[in-house]
């Protein structure tokens, strides 16, 4: 492992645990070159998982990639790293379990289907990138289709007030 300060590669390991419910390994590490500390992880590397594209090209599956779109598309919303990371771990396995190559398209229904259940906005949101919105109409079919009117915040006022006579 090279340390990210100063390139060495001489480190030793301070401190070793599981995380994400035992899929992986948090690793503490200190570079014994500049001293700094550093996190590292630990996980199976899952080369056999193909990802069909829409084009028919093929590429290995990438978590991390799947991991940056949803996180995009609850950025500002108040969804923890840890429901996210859980969320990710459900889709890569149902994936896994599924068979050695997946389509793109299905990646997104399984993405949809975990953002709608975390949240409406991030789900909107992906869908609109999934699914190439290209028209105002298409979006708001996407809010009808979620079949309730969005629930208001406490702590947002309300921008057209209903009159009270």
Request: proline share 2%.
């Amino acid at each position: 492992m090279r340390c990210p300060k100063c390139g060495s590669r001489t480190d030793k390991v301070i401190d070793s645990r599981q995380s994400r419910a035992g899929t992986s390994i948090r690793r503490r590490r200190q570079c014994l070159k500049c001293k700094y500390r550093y996190t590292t992880y630990e996980e199976i590397e899952r080369t056999d998982l193909r990802v069909v594209k829409r084009d028919r090209s093929h590429e290995p599956f990438d978590r991390a990639k799947l991991v940056t779109s949803m996180a995009k598309a609850c950025e500002k919303r108040p969804i923890s790293l840890i429901v996210l990371e859980q969320a990710v771990d459900q889709i890569v396995h149902a994936l896994e379990t599924g068979g050695r190559e997946v389509a793109s398209a299905e990646i997104g229904k399984h993405v949809m289907a975990k953002l709608r259940d975390i949240d409406e906005v991030a789900f909107l949101r992906y869908a609109s990138v999934h699914q190439r919105f290209e028209q105002a109409d298409e979006f708001i079919d996407a809010v009808r289709a979620l079949g309730r009117r969005v629930r208001t915040s406490t702590q947002q006022r309300e921008l057209f007030p209903v009159e009270k006579r």
